[in-house]
Every structure is written in structure tokens, then in C-alpha cells.
């Protein structure tokens, strides 16, 4: 089945520092990758959606400038928290959906915990 | 905006026992997706429902697509303990974006 990795799938730093997440998609080409922000206890939910070559698509009440998102080949996306603070401690998660499948099926990766000190 | 409701929030049950989460939305949805989550895992894919009063069933699971494309369940029948987790839906609406809905915590006792 298709596969989404993440690197790293934790970190910790500290607060003022920048963050990059890397999330590739191992056997299928994505042309459209997703990034998701889950608190504790809580559920998904899209920050923004990837788009190969082009900008990303925010969501209403994410910061564009604080979350920087680059889809530079078809199977890279990386999600960059500029400055992170405490309150940006989450899980984020990333999805990629298969560019020639005919479905809506994403594909999730594995997750990566921050943790902002 | 586009919103997508669960209930229960939390089920805890005895092993053995069925579960049951529902889904609904307040306008029409495209599709509906369900998927599993472990405690510190990622979400797994279960199935997705596409047509007006589908049915599908893997295994122990019965997953339903109400006809006004509105609303969906999922049936455990016989819960055990690898049942455990949060059970998310999550629906289109016309698009590709994935509106997830607030799940449900299963607890099973065993």
C-alpha cells in the first residue's frame, strides 16, 4: 500500500527557533500533500494544503508567514514553524494523495510530536 | 463554516460488548471517510463511503452512509481489546479537503 514517511517524527527546541518537517510520499508521485495540527485529546485539524510547484493553500486563521510550506518535487512537502513558540507544541501530521488514484483516499504520515520549551 | 459532529465523545465498553459511532454533518457531504487512531499513533484509513445509503462491512465493522448523505455510522460488533482507540470521520464537501470530525474515544474493559 502507498506510503508517507516523516522526518523527524519528534523535536524539541527552543522557543525563537525555526522547525522544518519533512513529508515524502515513498511510492506513488503526490501532487497534492496536506498538513494537519493536532492538540491532545482533540482532532485534525488542515492547516494547509500542498501544492506541487505552486503555493499553498491556507486555511482560514493560519498564519502563512509563521508556517511556511515549500512542494518542491512530487514526492517532498516540508512544513517549516518559523519562530515557534510554546502554544505551536502539537502533533502535526501530513497526508498525500495519490496523483493518479481516481479516489479521495490520503495517505497519512506517521506524525511529527513538537514540543517548543 | 463546514462542520462535521461526532458523537459519543468518549464509549467505554466491555469486552465483548458492540460500539456504535455517528457521524453528521449539517450540509450535504461529497464522500465520507472513517479512520482509526491509536493512542500515539497516526490516523489509519478504514473505508470511505461514496453513495446515498451505502453499506460496507470489513470484518467486525459495518460502516453506513445515510441516504441524504448527511450522516454515517460505524458498528462494532463483538469489541476487543485491539479495538481501542479514536474513531474519526471525515467528509468532503465538493473539494479534496478532509474536514475531520471530533471523534470517539473507545475504551474497552476487559
Known amino acids: 500500500g502507498a506510503v508517507v514517511s516523516q522526518h523527524p517524527s519528534w523535536v524539541i527546541c527552543k522557543s525563537g527557533t525555526s522547525v522544518k518537517i519533512e513529508c515524502r510520499s515513498l511510492d506513488f508521485q503526490a501532487t497534492t500533500m496536506f498538513w494537519y495540527r493536532q492538540f491532545p485529546k482533540q482532532s485534525l485539524m488542515l492547516m494547509a494544503t500542498s501544492n506541487e510547484g505552486s503555493k499553498a493553500t491556507y486555511e482560514q486563521g493560519v498564519e502563512k508567514d509563521k508556517f511556511l510550506i515549500n512542494h518542491a518535487s512530487l514526492t517532498l512537502s516540508t512544513l517549516t514553524v518559523t519562530s515557534a513558540h510554546p502554544e505551536d507544541s502539537s502533533f502535526y501530521i501530513c497526508s498525500a494523495r495519490d496523483s493518479v488514484s481516481l479516489t479521495d483516499t490520503q495517505y497519512f504520515g506517521p506524525g511529527t510530536r513538537l514540543t517548543v520549551l | 463554516g463546514q462542520q462535521v459532529m461526532q458523537i459519543p465523545q468518549y464509549q467505554h465498553v466491555q469486552e465483548g460488548e458492540d460500539f456504535t459511532t455517528y457521524c453528521n454533518s449539517s450540509?450535504?457531504?461529497?464522500?465520507i471517510q472513517w479512520y482509526k487512531q491509536r493512542p500515539g499513533g497516526h490516523p489509519v484509513f478504514l473505508i470511505q463511503l461514496v453513495k446515498s445509503g451505502e453499506v460496507k462491512k470489513q470484518k467486525r465493522l459495518t460502516f453506513q452512509f445515510g441516504e441524504a448523505k448527511k450522516n454515517s455510522s460505524l458498528h462494532i460488533t463483538a469489541t476487543q481489546t485491539t479495538d481501542v482507540g479514536t474513531y474519526f470521520c471525515?467528509?468532503?464537501?465538493?473539494?479534496?479537503?478532509?474536514?475531520f470530525g471530533t471523534g470517539t474515544r473507545l475504551t474497552i474493559i476487559p
Open positions: 450540509t450535504t457531504l461529497s464522500n
Open positions: 471525515a467528509g468532503t464537501f465538493g473539494n479534496e479537503k478532509l474536514t
